[in-house]
C-alpha cells in the first residue's frame, strides 16, 4: 500500500512539473509574439547587417559608367581606376552586359601605390610597367575582378576565410571583418554592393597585388 502510494505521489509530481514547463513556454512564446515584445539591440544590428549584405538589385548604369561618373562628382573616388582601366585598354570590358564584381581601389590607394613603388607620379602606370614588365598595370587590374555579380552576402564569410578567384587566375582571400589577404600585400573593403547593370563594385583602400614586390 505504500508502495502504491509513493507511486502516485510521484505521478502526480510529474505530471506537475510537465504541466508548470508547458505554462512557462506558452507565457515566453506570448511575450515574444506580442505587441509589447521589444527586439534587443543585438537582434536589431544582426538583422541590419545581415539585409545590408544581401544582393542589391541592378543598377540602370555599367560598372565603365559608375566608375566615369564618380570622377566627376564633388568627392572623385575612382580618377585613378579609371585612367588605369584606360591606360590597360579594359575601360570597355565593364561597359558590356557580361556581369563582374569588381574589387574598386579609391584614388587614394592608388596614390599610396606610387609613393610605396616611387614611380613618377606623372606618369604611374607607363613607370610601373617600366619598372615591373609590360602588362603589370593590366595584370593588376584583373586581379581585382572575379566573374559574376557577387553581392557581399557572397563575398565575405560569416566564419574563416573566402577564396575569390580573379579573372587573373591568382586568387585572394576575404576574411569576415572585411580584410583582404593578396598574394603581395592586405587590404579592406570599405563600400560594399554599388550595383551596376552588370556587376556588382566593391570598394577597397589598397591596390592589392598578385605578386610580391
Known amino acids: 500500500m505504500k508502495n502504491l502510494n509513493l507511486k502516485r505521489a510521484l505521478n502526480l509530481r510529474s505530471l506537475t512539473l510537465v504541466a508548470i ?3 512557462a513556454l506558452f507565457a515566453v512564446s506570448c511575450d515574444k509574439a506580442s505587441d509589447d515584445y521589444v527586439p534587443t539591440q543585438a537582434e536589431l544590428e544582426t538583422k541590419s547587417a545581415e539585409k545590408s549584405k544581401a544582393a542589391p538589385k541592378k543598377g540602370d548604369a555599367t560598372i ?3 566608375v566615369v561618373a564618380s570622377t566627376e562628382a564633388s568627392e572623385p573616388q575612382f580618377t585613378l581606376l ?5 591606360y590597360a585598354g579594359l575601360t570597355d570590358v565593364f561597359a558590356g552586359g557580361d556581369q563582374y564584381t569588381v574589387f574598386a581601389p579609391t584614388d587614394q590607394a592608388f596614390i599610396d601605390l606610387v609613393v610605396a613603388t616611387g614611380v ?3 606618369d604611374p602606370f607607363t613607370a610601373i610597367d617600366a619598372a615591373l614588365g609590360e602588362g603589370t598595370v593590366a595584370n593588376v587590374l584583373l586581379y581585382h575582378v572575379t ?3 557577387r553581392a557581399a552576402n557572397s ?3 560569416k566564419n574563416g576565410t573566402r577564396t575569390i578567384e580573379t579573372l587573373l587566375g ?4 576575404v576574411n569576415p571583418d572585411l580584410s583582404i589577404d593578396a598574394v603581395g600585400n592586405s587590404a579592406n ?12 563594385i566593391h570598394v577597397i583602400d589598397t591596390v592589392i597585388l598578385p605578386v610580391e614586390l
Open 21 to 23: 514547463f508547458a505554462v
Open 64 to 66: 565603365a559608367e559608375i
Open 82 to 86: 579609371l585612367a588605369a582601366l584606360e
Open 120 to 122: 613618377d607620379p606623372n
Open 147 to 149: 566573374d559574376g555579380r
Open 155 to 157: 563575398v565575405v564569410p
Open 170 to 173: 591568382a586568387t585572394f582571400d
Open 189 to 200: 573593403i570599405i563600400g560594399a554592393n554599388i550595383s551596376a547593370s552588370n556587376g556588382i
